[in-house]
């Protein structure tokens, strides 16, 4: 059986899904005490990982010695690193201070931890930004250029995609970056698309947020949250697939401003699959027939990510919330995870020769990060933060982290 480890796995969502592709999950860790607690809650239920060693630990602290002891194997033994370093770093959501951000560079312990295995494969998952993200010299895509270069110079060649988990049959709209580290000549496929938005005949269509939702048991009293004051009345009138709009920000070629909607302030459409679900407790609003205008609950969160019903979360609700939404979708995961399964399995490792060069990102992401290009010099200036605001914000990430 081919054999990985997990390393930032939070509540668990890309490990169910490789799991269920045939992988052995031999080793799982995360910083934080709740994710944990959700992975040892569910271990212990018969649900997840085997015999494999659960550790709420900080990666800085681990070694790959440690882990390949504790889990009785050698270097070279791993098929998969597994993991995606904190997106929150270069999330559209987040100050996207990158590698200024502490947990920016978590990607550095993550490399090493690879090459201290020396596993043949490795799997990184991350937000869309991570595209475009600038690196320390300010240019849009030079974040990633860095990561792969690193790569790349470990022994790794890189293959870069952006999914749309609806695509893959996840009752959900979450678009994230799947980057696949191989050695040179076992370059992976990419699992094929199963659904489509517009559908043909004989093709399966997006999966619908009510279609998720209506296997659940019904809500208890205590799930269901209503608005109230001022964001109540507003609510009241927005139609489903429509928010409160936030006021727009003025631009050089946007004279009326770049506007959004305002966080916790949408009226999802039952209809269509959910817009992404965020790891914060302000989730998007639904309307049923039994209780009106109210949030969507962690356990309803959790089905549209395609947890199993039973999978257990520890913590309060604001800790189960950050779980659902850090999460990779498990069906998502297993689809990536089968693909990769056929071909360890249909082909030897390839030898490890020296890289040439470092394989072209295809060109819809290219085509990305020189559209962002050509918007930071239209905009870049009316989007600079002052010089005393970003200094503040620096430091309060420093303190918090």
């Not at 559908?199 to 269509?205: I, K, L, T």
């Not at 631009?251 to 999802?268: D, I």
Request: charged share 25%; with cysteine.
């Amino acid at each position: 059986m081919t054999t990985f480890v997990s390393v930032f796995s939070g509540a668990g969502g890309l490990d169910i899904g490789l799991q269920r592709a045939g992988w052995d999950c031999l080793y799982a860790t995360d910083f934080d005490k709740h994710a944990a607690a959700t992975l040892k809650l569910n271990a212990a239920a018969g649900r997840f990982h085997g015999e494999g060693v659960i550790r709420q630990a900080d990666i800085r602290d681990l070694t790959g010695a440690r882990m390949l002891a504790e889990m009785g194997r050698r270097r070279g033994d791993i098929d998969l690193l597994a993991g995606g370093p904190p997106c929150q770093s270069w999330s559209s959501a987040g100050h996207q201070l990158g590698f200024n951000d502490p947990r920016g560079r978590l990607f550095e312990d993550y490399l090493r931890v690879a090459k201290q295995l020396d596993v043949r494969w490795l799997l990184f998952e991350n937000v869309r930004g991570l595209i475009t993200a600038r690196g320390s010299d300010g240019i849009p895509g030079s974040a990633l250029a860095a990561i792969r270069q690193a790569l790349f110079s470990a022994g790794w060649q890189t293959r870069v995609e952006l999914f749309n988990a609806a695509d893959y049959g996840v009752p959900q709209r979450r678009v994230r970056v799947i980057l696949i580290g191989y050695r040179l000549g076992d370059e992976p496929p990419i699992p094929a698309a199963s659904h489509r938005e517009n559908s043909e005949a004989g093709e399966a269509s997006w999966i619908s947020m009510a279609n998720a939702l209506e296997a659940l048991a019904p809500l208890e009293a205590d799930e269901v949250i209503r608005p109230s004051g001022k964001l109540a009345l507003e609510l009241a009138e927005i139609p489903a697939g429509s928010g409160v709009k936030s006021p727009g920000k003025r631009e050089t070629t946007r004279p009326g401003g770049h506007w959004g909607y305002k966080q916790g302030a949408f009226v999802a459409d039952l209809r269509r699959p959910a817009r992404t679900v965020t790891a914060n407790a302000q989730q998007d609003w639904i309307r049923d027939s039994i209780h009106g205008l109210r949030r969507l609950s962690p356990r309803e969160c959790a089905a549209l990510q395609t947890f199993p019903e039973d999978w257990a979360f520890a913590g309060g609700r604001v800790d189960q919330y950050r779980q659902i939404g850090n999460a990779v979708p498990p069906l998502l995961a297993e689809r990536i995870g089968e693909t990769l399964r056929d071909h360890v399995n249909a082909k030897a490792p390839a030898p490890k020769m020296t890289n040439v060069v470092i394989a072209p990102l295809p060109a819809k992401l290219q085509a990305a990060i020189d559209y962002t290009s050509r918007e930071q010099r239209r905009n870049g200036a009316s989007r600079l933060q002052a010089p005393a605001k970003r200094s503040a914000l620096k430091a309060k990430v420093a303190v918090v982290a």
